[in-house]
């Protein structure tokens, strides 16, 4: 799989919770590639939580800081990137997602609210109705996560492991998809 990929990051989005972090880092392990999370990135050069970062810079700050991560991590290779559940919402992040492929994790809102019921990490789930604010959110960035290259839908039972394996299954044929566009 590595020497069909070439080197070529991949990117994964999807809803906060739906398991970037934990799948991507295994993912990465699989392939022999280094594994990055913008989050954490985030964290580690701000020197506060992400909760801090909210707090004292707005969610805008927060967004700069995103972007300004995801252009220097798109300069490397080999990477596996999970990537922040919001990374889709700024226009000029696309065009550094687009120098990899995308895979958008996929799963139902009961799955992540049951996931993150105690949570408290994640700044725009402190919310009164956190399920309904979940459902709001998925809506507004569904049709932006569609832009993925590849699809990936979780259940609610599925491993880490089994979704690194349908994933590592699913690569090829969007590889396939890229070289025949480019033949054409
Ligand atoms: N396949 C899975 N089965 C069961 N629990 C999982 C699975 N994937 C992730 N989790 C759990 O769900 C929670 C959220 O996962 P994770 O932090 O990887 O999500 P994320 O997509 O990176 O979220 P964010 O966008 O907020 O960074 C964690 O507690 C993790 O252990
Ligand atoms: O979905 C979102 O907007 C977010 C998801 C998390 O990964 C963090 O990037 C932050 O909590 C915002
Ligand atoms: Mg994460």
């Known amino acids: 799989m590595s020497n069909l990929l070439r080197g070529v990051n991949l990117y994964l989005i999807g809803m906060m919770g739906v398991g970037k972090t934990t799948v991507g880092r295994l993912l990465a392990q699989e392939l022999g590639y280094g594994f990055i999370d913008t ?3 985030i ?3 701000a020197g506060k939580s992400i909760n801090d970062i909210f707090t004292d810079e707005g969610e805008t700050g927060f967004r700069q800081l995103e972007s300004d991560v995801l252009a220097q991590v798109c300069a490397y290779t080999k990477l596996t990137i999970a990537t922040g ?3 889709v919402l ?3 992040n696309w065009s550094y997602l687009h120098h990899g492929l995308i895979v958008w994790l ?3 809102v009961e799955t992540i609210f049951n996931r993150l019921l105690e949570d ?3 700044p725009l789930l402190q919310d009164s109705n956190p399920e309904s604010k979940l ?3 998925l809506q507004q960035r569904q049709p932006l996560y569609s832009q993925a290259d590849l699809h990936i839908t979780i259940t609610q039972e599925q491993t880490p492991e089994q979704i690194v394996a349908t994933i590592l299954a699913a690569i090829p ?3 396939k998809t890229q070289v025949s566009q480019h033949q054409n």
């Open 106 to 108: 996929d799963c139902s």
């Open 120 to 122: 408290t990490t994640r």
């Open 90 to 92: 700024r226009q000029e």
């Open 85 to 87: 559940g919001g990374i």
């Open 135 to 137: 459902r709001s959110l």
């Open 39 to 41: 989050d954490d990135v």
């Open 173 to 175: 044929s969007v590889l």
């Open 43 to 45: 964290v580690k050069a």
